[in-house]
């Protein structure tokens, strides 16, 4: 790599201030980890688990959680918070009794890797001991699972059953620096289940910058009028502690000059790594497929040209959507004398370990959410990360031996310009699926709710509208019954829910659970790159006039008479590993659709009773072809906002006048994903009130 491109700097972890006001603050102490040049990797466990910097911290954190009610805890990453606290905690006997240590992640493979870690590391069988649930996916044995590890959002749900969370003794609720929406909630709830149950003992894991904020929002407490809150009750202060040292050093480089191409800027950064650096993987943040896609293929054609420095590299993506057994991949060993590239989004930026990454390339951007509540549109825009993120970026290498980090920004820009932590999610997206989720838990008055950050009133308004004209909120803005409380316990949007329920009387459950199911994953194709005309092809063979949703229903059928077989979904250009998980999501929502006392009936080919079922959910979404549009511009009717058909759609170029769609996706153009016709009296005959109350003075006029 040309040494003058890059300069060194140093991205220092900040040391906790002193606080005021009783918090505990520990002075750092020295890493033996850092110093060593000892290999990690053939260190027995055990011994490994002592030299992670946190082991120090051992006794204090013991103590601080079992004289605090919240103990935050700061550290760099890699320090060994998240598999070790569990296990200090189990050690020393708060799982005994039949009580559960509960870890919360943001991410799914967060919480089945490091799930996989912790049971390696304790010697048991996953699933024992130590488990873990994800969305539509339980790995926990309720007799036997001490320490389990969920998502937040798992959490929450969790909250809807047992109120007091009564089988956890301790909730550490890991990376809440990231603020997505679940892990906001979560604290506010937690918050107030402390009050009811003091023996509750919280650890929250942060960044140092949050470490402040975090405390001083569970010290501050609100002035509550339930009946047994008449006094103000004083908290416990919370404690903090700051785990100083880090894992391996990591140097970390930037560019000198900004770059004006990161995809290209990092696929000749990652050759010259392969080119000139000693034995080790590579790890690269890009923002999403589309990016991830393009580099691989950029990749391939830059190191067939120059043949020298291709051979040995191994390149696999990395991204939420990909089917688990390629995602396992990148866990894989890499072989005797190849170098394993992955490319990834920020699935990879938090609680991660890839066991042989020593170099990391961060793009300094990520694909994030951003809610406009006045014209109802959300859009997934490339964004530069936060200080925070870059130095969980950093994080990933490091881990097991030292290693570098190549930041394509510069360090000016770093220091100066970046912010230091992202704007919490509550803030930049929709609130429907969040504002129905505490409404199920009881929280009526949602705008007074204890936010760690308060969401923007207007999305707050703009939720409430939509699940009252869904009939899920009554005029008091309570949830109604039954309509209401079913479309809570079902774990998707409400519109998905709304459309399950209607089904129920439409007769066509069995296939609106399918439609669901595959709504619920990014794609059941594959990837079209290099394909194209392949794939349109074998979309046809099942396309129907209706529009996508009919077309799943075709493609399923044929999946399940092909004996759900992967070399006809090879032969489809189907993705079969996204086939098999529609087919375990189906059972998961046919399961909760029995629980809530729906009939599970097929409609035996009436397509109209299908249609209908949607439009029951999806009416918000409708929109109508401009007249005289050559283009295929259609207007939404809620908005007036202008969307075109996305071209992986089948209604593609077919421009039908009326049309319903699931999602929206910007990039030069507001596209409307997965869509289909309908005859716009439905949408009257679905929500009279909600097309009654449209400004547009004949929004459904032929
Ligand atoms: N799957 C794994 N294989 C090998 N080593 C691992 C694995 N998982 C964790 N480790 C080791 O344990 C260390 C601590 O990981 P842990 O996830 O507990 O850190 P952390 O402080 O929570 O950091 P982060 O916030 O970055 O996840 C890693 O740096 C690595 O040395």
Request: neutral net charge; hydrophobic residues 40%; proline residues 5%.
């Amino acid at each position: 790599m040309p040494q003058q491109f890059w300069k060194p700097g140093a991205d220092k972890p900040r040391i906790l201030e002193d606080e005021e006001g009783g918090v505990v603050f520990f002075a750092p102490s020295l890493s033996s980890a850092s110093s060593s040049s000892s290999r990690f990797g053939y260190a027995s466990i055990g011994s490994q688990r002592q030299r992670l910097p946190v082991y120090k911290y051992r006794t204090a954190i013991l103590y601080l959680v079992e004289t605090h009610a919240t103990t935050i805890i700061v550290g760099e990453t890699g320090s060994g918070k998240t598999t070790q606290i569990p296990q200090y905690l189990k050690e020393a006997g708060w799982a005994d009794g039949g009580r559960v240590i509960a870890c919360t992640q943001p991410r799914r493979l967060a919480v089945q890797s490091v799930a996989s870690r912790v049971a390696e590391e304790m010697d048991v069988k996953l699933g024992e001991e130590v488990g873990y649930t994800i969305r539509f996916e339980d790995v926990t044995n309720p007799a036997a699972t001490m320490i389990k590890f969920l998502t937040d959002g798992v959490l929450l749900r969790e909250i809807m059953d047992d109120p007091l969370l009564t089988k956890y003794s301790v909730i550490m609720v890991d990376e809440a620096h990231e603020r997505s929406i679940s892990t906001d909630i979560l604290l506010g709830l937690l918050k107030k289940i402390q009050r009811r149950r003091p023996e509750l003992r919280l650890i929250i894991s942060s960044a140092t910058i949050e470490a402040k904020s975090m405390s001083d929002f569970f010290q501050t407490s609100k002035k509550h009028r339930g009946p047994e809150d008449h006094e103000f009750v004083p908290r416990k202060v919370p404690a903090v502690l700051s785990v100083e040292g880090r894992g391996f050093n990591v140097q970390i480089h930037y560019v000198v000059e900004p770059v004006s191409d990161y995809v290209r800027a990092t696929v000749s950064t990652v050759l010259s790594i392969h080119d000139q650096e000693p034995a080790g993987d590579i790890l690269v943040f890009l923002t999403g497929q589309d990016d991830i896609d393009a580099a691989i293929q950029l990749l391939a054609e830059e190191a067939h040209a120059s043949r020298k420095i291709s051979s040995g590299l191994i390149v696999l993506p990395l991204y939420s959507s990909l089917p688990r057994a390629e995602q396992d991949l990148v866990f894989s060993p890499t072989p005797r004398g190849k170098r394993k590239v992955v490319i990834s989004t920020n699935i990879a930026e938090t609680s991660l370990t890839l066991e042989g990454v020593v170099y990391v390339v961060d793009s300094g951007f990520s694909k994030q959410q951003f809610y406009n509540p006045i014209s109802d549109i959300e859009n997934l825009v490339v964004a530069p990360i936060s200080k925070a993120s870059a130095r969980q970026r950093a994080g990933r290498a490091g881990r097991v031996r030292p290693g570098k980090c190549y930041r394509l920004y510069t360090e000016e820009y770093f220091v100066n310009e970046m912010s230091s932590v992202g704007i919490p999610e509550m803030q930049r997206s929709k609130l429907v699926s969040c504002v129905i989720q505490l409404k199920a838990l009881g929280i009526d008055n949602i705008l007074g709710f204890d936010w760690p950050a308060s969401p923007p009133p207007e999305a707050m308004i703009r939720a409430l509208e939509v699940l009252y004209s869904l009939g899920v909120l009554d005029d008091d803005a309570k949830l109604t019954s039954p309509v209401g409380f079913q479309a809570a316990e079902i774990p998707l949007d409400p519109m998905i829910s709304k459309m399950i329920l209607s089904s129920n009387q439409l007769g066509c459950s069995e296939e609106i659970i399918t439609i669901a199911a595959i709504l619920s994953i990014q794609s059941i194709w594959v990837s079209g790159k290099g394909v194209q005309k392949e794939l349109d092809e074998a979309k046809l063979r099942f396309a129907a006039a209706e529009g996508d949703h009919v077309t799943f229903l075709n493609v399923y059928k044929g999946f399940l008479q092909s004996g759900k077989s992967s070399q006809w979904c090879h032969k489809n250009y189907m993705n079969y590993q996204a086939m098999k998980k529609v087919i375990e999501i189906r059972e998961q929502l046919r399961r909760t659709a029995l629980r809530l006392g729906i009939v599970l009936r097929s409609c035996e080919g009436d397509i109209l009773a299908v249609r209908k079922a949607v439009t029951a959910g999806f009416f918000a979404n409708a929109s109508r072809l401009e007249a005289f549009s050559h283009n295929g511009m259609y207007k939404t009717i809620r908005g007036s906002q202008e969307v075109y058909i996305h071209p992986s759609s089948v209604l593609f170029r077919v421009n039908p006048k009326w049309v319903i769609y699931h999602s929206l996706v910007s990039t030069d153009r507001q596209y409307m994903r997965n869509v289909m016709t309908i005859d716009p009296s439905w949408l009257t005959e679905a929500a009279p009130h909600f097309f009654q109350n449209l400004r547009r003075p004949d929004p459904i006029a032929h």
